[in-house]
């Protein structure tokens, strides 16, 4: 085990609450929080208070990651929601996928840095320390994981179907045989976040690459406009699905692959009729947030910042 500075700790539980506010300020994208530009009944200002009221939450589960091997993502994550939803600034959900990708990403870049492993990526960490965390999601029940839910106050969160109960039950007994891993398994098929956990970050990891390779010769905010126009292009945004309906999240998926042949001023008036329509591809943004905190850490952690 190394010795890991606590402003190091510090410096990573900053770059990590903060890449959601980084995301955020991306101008141009596609009907989500862009700048100044809000959607539905979220804008830039409750971004900002929601990275600064995260940043104490990754303080401490770091330390907490950095003394034992207990993941609790559901208890962190009905914690972190609680004080997202008591905030007089921000009373909305702004980060419930980003949490669910990134606690984990924080337990695993936490075990890296207690164990003084030389690695290099996101790739080799996620391949390294995956089984930790499936392990950590088999052990747990998901009780905390459905009071999370249940604090984010989403009409369409957590309607799942098949053996998985929805998070609307008020009698906890039918999760007594489940695991939370039995939840994000199933819940997968349907959802992009839960998938990414199931699937070893498969699409966080497809936008950290593209982050990487662009980030070094171009404007690191325009980076993140195209890396979230082409992740909308590429994969169907399950938020839009869940809170809409499949034609709307395949409607955006055309946009987004059609982005680059609209002159500015089409862009402009497209986006704006969207924006009226109260459609938001949160679930990309969450898997674009999460990868500019892959690449934030990585940046540091490669610098040999952290001992």
Not at 109 to 136: C, F, H, N, W
Not at 181 to 196: C, G, I, Q, R
Not at 249 to 269: Q, R, T
Request: aromatic residues 12%; hydrophobic residues 40%.
């Amino acid at each position: 085990m190394i010795n890991v500075n606590t402003k190091s700790i510090y410096v990573i539980a900053d770059l990590i609450s903060a890449s959601i506010l980084i995301e955020a300020l991306a101008p141009n994208k596609i009907s989500t929080v862009s700048n100044l530009k809000g959607v539905k009944d979220l804008n830039i200002n409750q971004f900002i208070y929601t990275s600064l009221t995260l940043k104490k939450h990754y303080v401490e589960m770091l330390i907490k990651f950095l003394k034992s091997s207990k993941l609790e993502l559901g208890r962190n994550l009905r914690n972190i929601i609680s004080d997202l939803m008591a905030h007089p600034y921000i009373k909305t959900n702004t980060s419930l996928g980003f949490l669910i990708l990134t606690i984990p990403l924080t337990f695993m870049t936490a075990l890296m840095l207690r164990d003084g492993k030389p690695i290099q990526s996101p790739v080799d960490l996620v391949k390294t320390y995956s089984p930790y965390l499936i392990k950590e999601l088999k052990d747990e029940d998901p009780v905390d994981f459905y009071e999370a839910l249940k604090k984010a106050s989403i009409k369409h969160l957590g309607k799942y179907v098949g053996r998985i109960p929805s998070v609307t039950i008020n009698d906890y007994s039918n999760l007594s045989k489940l695991t939370l891993w039995d939840v994000f398994l199933n819940s997968s098929y349907t959802d992009m976040v839960t998938y990414e956990l199931i699937n070893g970050y498969r699409k966080t990891l497809e936008a950290y690459e593209r982050i990487a390779e662009l980030s070094p010769v171009e404007d690191f905010y325009e980076v993140l406009r195209d890396v979230h126009t082409y992740m909308l292009s590429k994969y169907l945004d399950t938020l839009i699905v869940k809170a809409r309906n499949l034609s709307t999240a395949v409607f955006f998926k055309s946009i987004a692959s059609k982005w680059s042949f609209f002159n500015a001023s089409e862009k402009e008036e497209l986006d704006l009729w969207v924006r009226r329509q109260g459609v938001n591809p949160g679930s990309t943004s969450d898997i674009v947030a999460t990868a500019v905190a892959m690449y934030k850490v990585f940046e540091y952690v490669g610098k040999g910042c952290f001992r």
